[in-house]
């Protein structure tokens, strides 16, 4: 497919005694809003470093935008909003006098949208750098990078020392770019916003991808799993005893179906048969799904 815009195959930084990355394969499409999610120390930045071009790889390729990122790595830094994982400013006196430097750099005239980050994350950027707190340095980190309006970003944990409020408005910037079709990848260790704002997620553990999948399949499964409860046991025999549908738990009154979506019409005409007391759909999240890749990751690669 010619829509990919970041790509890296087999990508491999070795640091020795299991530290690094190993054959990262990831592929974020055109307009896609990509989450890389994984634990401390699991190679989340150590595999942006080398899609940034800062880091050369041991062995494998990264491309974004169909350049290589160890040889066009100054081309990426123009042509990608970039946050880095670790904010190291400049000795410029205010967060004003940074960003004006890095309006320059990026050619940016037109401050609007500039002045909107702003707005959105109430930053106060004439604040002095050296004395603002770890949630001011990464606002302003967001606020020069996002300022360049480029139609990659690459940001590594962008909500790092945010509170729950700003992370809230940050992922409202971050749905602001999908809309202009832009394409972000993402890194971070909170499922909850991974989940709230990404198309697609992979997940990392000891330099290893374990996981890619689509939150869309997350939130509309295929297969579905529902706990029902009946007024009657006898009416719970009965069903459990005649049903086409995986009875994947039985009790005295309830039990947890698994069906299909095709399948769900006549799940419900079925249903119609009995006193219903509770439906529930059982749904798992994220992080559930994050926590078994992660267990069955353990065994495939074994414990440090
Ligand atoms: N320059 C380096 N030299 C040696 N080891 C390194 C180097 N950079 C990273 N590592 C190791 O590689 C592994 C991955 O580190 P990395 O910083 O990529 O993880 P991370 O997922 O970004 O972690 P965090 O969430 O804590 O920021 C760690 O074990 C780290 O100690």
């Known amino acids: 497919m010619n829509d990919r815009i970041i790509k890296t195959e087999g990508l491999t930084k070795d640091y020795g005694q299991g530290r690094g990355i190993f054959n990262i394969d990831i592929e974020v499409h055109k307009g896609e809003v990509f989450g890389f999610i994984g634990t401390n120390g699991s190679g989340k930045t150590t595999t942006i470093r080398n899609m940034m071009g800062f880091i050369k790889p041991d062995s494998g390729t990264s491309v974004i935008d169909r350049l290589d990122s160890w040889n066009c790595s100054a081309d990426i830094m123009r042509n990608v909003s970039y946050v880095p994982g670790e904010i190291a400013f400049p000795s410029l006196r205010t967060g004003t006098e940074f960003l004006k430097t890095q309006a320059q750099y990026l050619g940016v005239t037109d401050y609007r949208y500039m002045n909107h980050v702003i707005e959105v994350l109430q930053l106060d950027p ?109 009416d719970k025999q009965q069903f459990a005893g005649n049903t086409e549908f995986i009875i994947e738990k039985d009790e005295r009154n309830s039990c947890a179906v698994r069906c299909n979506i095709e399948q769900l019409d006549t799940l419900f005409r079925t249903l119609k048969n009995y006193k219903i007391v509770n439906f529930q759909e059982i749904r798992r999240s994220l992080q559930e799904q994050f926590m078994m890749a992660y267990k069955e990751g353990l065994t495939e690669y074994g414990e440090k």
Not at 136 to 155: D, F, R, S
Not at 162 to 186: C, N, S, W, Y
């Open 126 to 234: 004439t604040a002095n750098l050296k004395r603002m707190s770890k949630g001011m340095k990464q606002k302003t980190a967001i606020v020069a990078a996002l300022m360049g309006e480029k139609e990659i970003l690459v940001l590594d944990e962008p909500t790092t020392g945010l509170d729950p409020l700003m992370r809230e408005a940050f992922l409202d910037l971050i749905r602001e770019e999908k809309q202009k079709g832009h394409t972000v990848f993402m890194s971070s260790h909170i499922f909850e916003e991974i989940e709230a704002v990404c198309d697609r997620v992979a997940m990392i553990k000891d330099g290893h991808i374990i996981d890619t999948l689509s939150l869309h399949d997350l939130r509309h499964p295929a297969v579905k799993n529902f706990i029902i409860e009946f007024d009657r046991a006898a």
